[in-house]
């Protein structure tokens, strides 16, 4: 079965943790929990690992050396201290070692003073020899080969769900990566998003494991209604669903009462910028009576 092992893998990372009061209920953290902390920082991975049922994110680009690091942007301005001469200049023109000086941390709040750009190499040695605990690796600047190679020197092929807007470069992916999984997204308006999303359908999701769909609220009060129409999300849910792929919703806005009909209508898997709050929503969602 195509997610197979990926299922168990869910299981095994349930138990880690039981917190969560319905441990079939998971969620990306987006570039580790960037609402929270300081993006693509150890600090921002270990946060997201320390919220029952998160997943982070993490931004993948290489330097001038080849070397991956953890950071979003083509640039360093926004979330280091680098100098003038370097902070509009792209990471892939950039030596690591110069890289790895700046403070990448200070930015989000003093606390975080002292965070590096993270090396790829660290976040997979902290999930080495540690089953239970996933990551998505979201390529921006990278070399397949390269990447799949070290993913492989790291054992860690059931542990990484590779990231990219393109699904025929998560099936490379896959194709490198024996047991590795993948997943894409749909963004923009609900009109485009339908639209991608039958031309997806009419693929059979080809060289997708999980699905991203953006939900952003058409109004937020008195209670918040998310612009994708119910009768297209159990649409999706059941056509991904019949096709072995795990539907994940990205709820730009939510509360446990946004959240509990999703649950109840079969979604598992969502995406949030904050995993501390999301957490605690989800817990009081779950704890809510059923329909």
Known sequence: MKLKFFALALVAFAAVVGANPDPEVFYQAHRGGLAEVPENTMAAFRHAWSCPGAVPEVDIRTTRDNVFVCLHDETPSRTTNAPPDFEHKKISAIDCDTVRQWDAGSWFAPKFAGEKV???????????????????????HVDLDLLAALVCEYGLNEQVIFTHEDPELGQAFKEKVAGAQSMTWLSGPPVLIKSRFRKLAEKKFGGVDQLQLHLKAARTTPEIVYALDEEFLHQAIEKTRGAGVQLQLRPFQFDPQSLRPLIDAGVRWFVTDEPRRFSEALAKALAAPGP
């Open 118 to 140: 993270p090396l790829l190499t660290e976040v997979f040695e902290e999930i080495k020899g540690r089953p239970k605990r996933l990551i998505y690796l979201d390529a921006k």
